[in-house]
């Protein structure tokens, strides 16, 4: 059985509640075009904060003309950033952070599945959970090239049936596992907060509960 992502969503740590990753809706997604572990979304440029909060899936995230203004925050770490257009930044899921993005111009979103990440880790002979680690604003023509293939791909509605998106997909997240990623997941101290397996379990019951409500105790009871 596939799995479809209808949006690019994160959990809001202090609420519990879950919402798309940009509040507004992509001027184009791949979402009725059914790919199996992936989503591709395109955003119009716009300034946008989240804090303390965690995507339920990893993100590649590709500005276009214009570029943007990071600044970013997680755990201790902190980080402000001119990306240039072109230029590849990775969020991993269940990692909490906070962000303010100004963008000059509009970006493309591909979210990839745990899944689809431990299948292409299987394909290299890794077996087990992989975690994509943060990048912010790197040069990777490659990863670039396949993130515009993909939409371009989506956009055109190719006529295989969507089996070279999902090749395109499959080899994005195989790049990502040999280039970007660690065999252990690594959350940021938080003081009073959700430890690293307690987030986790909380991500997973909102994977297996999308279609129901939600509530905060309920997520609460999940974390313990």
Same mark, same amino acid.
Do not use: C
């Given at each position: ?7 690019t ?6 609420t519990?509640?879950i919402?798309?990753?940009?509040r507004?809706a992509?001027?184009w997604s791949?979402?009725s075009?059914?790919? &199996?572990?992936?989503?591709?979304e =395109?955003h119009? @440029?716009a300034?946008?904060?989240?804090s303390d909060v965690a !995507? +339920?899936e990893?993100?590649?995230f590709?500005p ?12 201790r770490?902190?980080l ?10 990775i969020?991993?899921?269940?990692h909490p952070?906070?962000v ?6 509009p ?15 299987a &394909?290299?002979?890794v077996f087990g =959970?992989v975690? @994509?680690?943060w ?6 023509? !490659? +990863?670039r090239?396949?993130v515009?293939s993909l939409?371009?791909e989506l ?6 049936g969507?089996?070279y998106a999902?090749?395109?997909a499959s080899t994005l997240a195989?790049h990502?596992v040999r ?5 252990q997941?690594?959350?940021?101290e938080?003081?009073g907060?959700?430890s690293a397996p307690?987030?986790r379990?909380?991500?997973?019951h909102i994977h297996?509960?999308?279609?129901e409500e939600l509530?905060?105790d ?7």
């Open positions: 059985m596939g799995t479809h992502l209808p949006r969503m994160l959990l809001e740590m202090t519990g509640h919402r798309p990753m940009r507004t992509p001027i791949s979402a075009r059914g790919g &199996d572990g992936f989503l591709v =395109e119009e @440029p300034d946008s904060r989240s !995507l +339920l990893s993100v590649v590709l276009l003309d214009g570029g943007l203004q990071l600044d970013w925050q997680s755990g770490a902190r402000s950033k001119r990306i240039a257009p072109g230029q590849i930044s969020l991993p899921a269940n952070y906070s303010r993005l100004r963008a000059a111009g970006s493309v979103v591909v979210s990839l599945t745990d899944k689809l990440l431990t299948l292409a880790a &394909d290299q002979g =959970e975690h @994509p680690v990048v912010h604003g790197v040069e990777d023509s !490659l +990863l090239e396949l515009m939409r371009a956009q055109n509605d190719g006529t295989s969507g089996r999902q090749t395109l195989a990502i280039r970007y990623s660690t065999d997941l690594q959350l940021p938080r003081r907060g959700l307690a987030l379990r909380v991500i997973q297996e509960h999308l279609d509530t905060l309920r997520l609460a009871a999940q974390a313990g």
